[in-house]
């Protein structure tokens, strides 16, 4: 489980294909301290660590199965591929986002920015089958970045990034063009899941 409130960005060291997709990412965490069998989400993505070093830097390494390749942008990585990093919510950590399980949903396009005053406006375009969970003033996972939606029109919705979350996050370097992985509020997928069979 986890919030939303990306804490590094890591950087894509190696892209091995053997079996299931073997990622090793280079990370600011103190890796004695990520245990094996962890869980870190990486732009979005719930992945389990199963390999930690510090040769030249903190690296970890996680297995990516071909669902997750299919549902997400992991196909996208390559080595030097900078991505938003958080680790697993602990009891008693502050909820400073939303509630976020790391299981992608699908890919959203990012289709328009704008600056506004200070901030970053963006237009994404989700998925059809998705587009009914995104709601005004609802919140949605961006690449791991708990984000509040502006706008709704259609499959295509609205998010501001502040100059905090530009500066911490990958936001910084998005591009008009870029899919990035998009988690529904888990809220609403149950109540759309309690309308649907109160609706049989």
């Not at 995104?134 to 961006?142: D, E, N, R, T």
């Not at 809220?187 to 049989?200: M, T």
Request: net charge negative.
């Amino acid at each position: 489980m986890f919030t939303g409130i990306v804490t590094d960005i890591g950087e894509v060291m190696q892209l091995t294909q053997a079996g299931d997709l073997r990622v090793r990412i280079a990370t600011g965490y103190p890796v004695a301290d990520i245990d094996i069998g962890a869980s870190i989400a990486c732009d979005g993505c719930c992945l389990t660590v199963v390999a930690t070093g510090a040769e030249a830097r903190g690296w970890f390494d996680v297995d990516v199965s071909a669902e997750s390749v299919a549902r997400t942008n992991i196909g996208r990585w390559a080595v030097g591929s900078r991505i938003n990093l958080e680790r697993a919510l602990k009891v008693g950590d502050e909820l400073g986002g939303h509630i976020v399980s790391g299981h992608v949903d699908g890919v959203a396009e990012i289709i328009a920015m704008r600056d506004e005053g200070d901030s970053t406006r963006l237009g994404l375009r989700a998925p059809d089958a998705l587009a009914g969970f995104i709601a005004p003033k609802g919140s949605v996972a961006l690449n791991g970045t708990s984000l509040t939606v502006n706008e709704v029109a259609g499959a295509e919705f609205g998010v501001n990034i502040i100059p905090h979350t530009r500066q911490v996050t990958t936001w910084g370097t998005a591009r008009t063009g870029d899919l990035v992985n998009l988690e529904i509020d888990t809220l609403a997928r149950y109540v759309a899941r309690l309308q649907d069979w109160a609706g049989r």
